[in-house]
């Protein structure tokens, strides 16, 4: 695990003095995480009194770990991660967002210009199971397409499914920025914006569990509203908050703008999930995952420690 953070005296117990230490888990990074990495830089999390460790992760399994084990009090990670959590009996729960919009392009070879040009072809998942998994299998299925009709390919992180789709080792796979972009200049076609055929559904989320909840519930209700003000940050200095990209994630500028301006609709000022996207997550997980017991979404999601009059948006 890699770890960076902020704060002035490092207090560690909450309620300690003017700071409040806030240990948060990421497996998420780039313009998904803008929101945490711009607050940080102009230091809008020290402003409201926190001293903020970053932990970065590999998956949404272990950022679910970190806060299970009392590593981390938050994590910043996938909603099916919350979801997978919480049907196997070990609760936790979603308090905010990152990005309000799923974020994934399904981007092809250019001959394969409709979903039943799909058919009998391969497409590159990060793994079986994913979040991916399910809207790749919920897209096909709305569009005629049985998923058995389609084989999917483990490929592995991001950077190794853009080499696949490439290179044409599969036809297809799912992409975000800066991904999509530079696949998109390679000459592919984005088949899907997902974020369209399925709007409004939680992209990246953060959770805790009712422990950390109860005995840290100041310092989190202090991370959110920092973490909101750092969004809005983001939304009222696009040049600024891109450079800001750029540096973090080691891209161009121009590659930075690129996925600021793809980015930036999904940014939630207020922080709040839609709970209908919620349900819409959950429906399509009932139906193209493997999971069972899942939980409703009144389970899963609860906007109370959210800075007033932030609620959730319907």
Known sequence: MASAGCGSNGGNQDNAGPDHKITLVSSITGSSFLGVTAGLEQKIFQKHGLDLEVIKVKSSAEAA??????????????PEGVVAVTSAGSKMTMVGNLLNQVQYRLET????????????KKIGLVGPGSGEEILVRAYLDSHGVAPSQVTFVATGTMAAKYAAVTTEQVDGTMLVPPFDIKAEAAGLNPLSVLGDDFPDMPAQVYASNERKLSTKTDSIKKFLAASTESTQWILDHPEDATKILSEDSKVSLDDARASYERAKAAYSPDGSINEDGLNRWLELSKKFSSLSNIPSASELYSPDYLPAPATASK
């Open 65 to 78: 770990a970190a806060v299970a084990s009392g590593q981390a009090d938050l994590a910043a990670m996938l």
């Open 109 to 120: 070879s250019p001959a394969i210009t409709s979903a039943k040009d799909l058919i009998g």
